[in-house]
């Protein structure tokens, strides 16, 4: 019983190639796949997709824009004088509430107001009766 140690010219030599037959299998069944597949996809039924379209904002004279700064301050359509608080808003939203038709109210809130002055607002609009109440805001820019 001898035990060897060292280099034997019997053994193989490591091998460090890849192997390319299973990549070619993959690549022939991925390929009869396609082709089966491609004349349904090709074949299918002609619609006419709808176009994504951006449509203006145009502001019409009888809504109200309301602006809340940061601070929770609120301006009535742009004004450059801050309302005294939720109290003279119900004021004004309750005489705007019964004009027909009635107009609605855009919210523009700065993006790092508190959620609590945009709810109030929220509230005493709808409190005082206005139907329709939605947000200002601006798209996110194209890349």
């Known amino acids: 019983m001898s035990m060897s140690m060292g280099n034997d010219s019997d053994e193989d030599e490591i091998n460090s190639t890849i192997n390319t037959t299973p990549?070619?299998?993959i690549m022939l069944v991925?390929?009869?796949i396609f082709l089966v597949t491609s004349p349904v996809v090709l074949n299918s039924v002609?619609?006419?997709l709808p176009a994504e379209t951006n449509v203006v904002y145009v502001t019409k004279p009888d809504n109200i824009t309301?602006?809340?700064n940061k601070d929770?301050?609120?301006y009535w359509n742009g004004g450059r004088k801050a309302l005294n608080g939720?109290?003279?808003l119900f004021e004004k939203m309750k005489a705007v509430a019964v004009l027909l038709p009635q107009p609605e109210v855009h919210i523009r809130g700065d993006q790092n107001t508190r959620y609590e002055f945009v709810g109030k607002t929220i509230l005493t609009v709808q409190r005082a009766g206005i139907a329709k109440v939605g947000f200002v805001i601006e798209?996110?820019?194209k890349n």
């Open 66 to 68: 309301l602006t809340i």
């Open 72 to 74: 929770g301050d609120m």
């Open 139 to 141: 798209p996110p820019p």
């Open 86 to 88: 939720t109290d003279e």
């Open 46 to 48: 002609k619609v006419k």
């Open 30 to 32: 991925l390929l009869i």
């Open 23 to 25: 990549l070619v299998d």
